[in-house]
């Protein structure tokens, strides 16, 4: 399974970007995908996930109610619509997937697979 991420750049305070993350390869119904975050000289911290088939998320406390996750099941691709960004959102978001197994969807050990990160700066 390999990840493609893509959908960073610079915006103001208050703005909005969309990340994608193009899946290719095998996955289940039932496996999880998600986006992580790193922000300079910080760990890298789980931000959103969704099953596979699109039944269910999980969002940090952090940014739910601004970041939505969604899946294109047709396009293999997966969504992060990020509105009201602040300051603090800005970091290297990560694309992430894993095989269905029951371990908390936060633990980023327990993904497999990883997309190369895209950039996200906010500007104050």
């Known amino acids: 399974v390999q990840l493609q991420a893509s959908g960073g750049g610079l915006v103001q305070a208050g703005g909005s970007l969309r990340l994608s993350c193009v899946v290719s390869?095998?996955?289940?119904?039932?496996?999880?995908m998600g986006w992580f975050r790193q922000a300079p000289g910080k760990e890298r911290e789980f931000v959103a996930g969704?099953?596979?088939?699109?039944?269910?998320?999980n969002y940090a406390s952090s940014i739910k109610d601004r970041f939505t996750i969604s899946i294109d099941n047709a396009k293999n691709t997966v969504h992060l619509q990020m509105n009201s960004l602040k300051p603090e959102d800005t970091a290297v978001y990560y694309c992430?997937?894993?095989?269905?197994?029951?371990?908390?969807?936060?633990?980023?050990?327990?993904?497999?697979?990883w997309g190369q990160g895209t950039l996200v700066t906010v500007s104050s």
């Open positions: 992430a997937g894993r095989r269905p197994k029951l371990i908390a969807w936060t633990r980023l050990d327990s993904y497999d697979y």
């Open positions: 969704i099953i596979r088939s699109g039944t269910s998320t």
């Open positions: 390869g095998r996955t289940f119904d039932n496996s999880v």
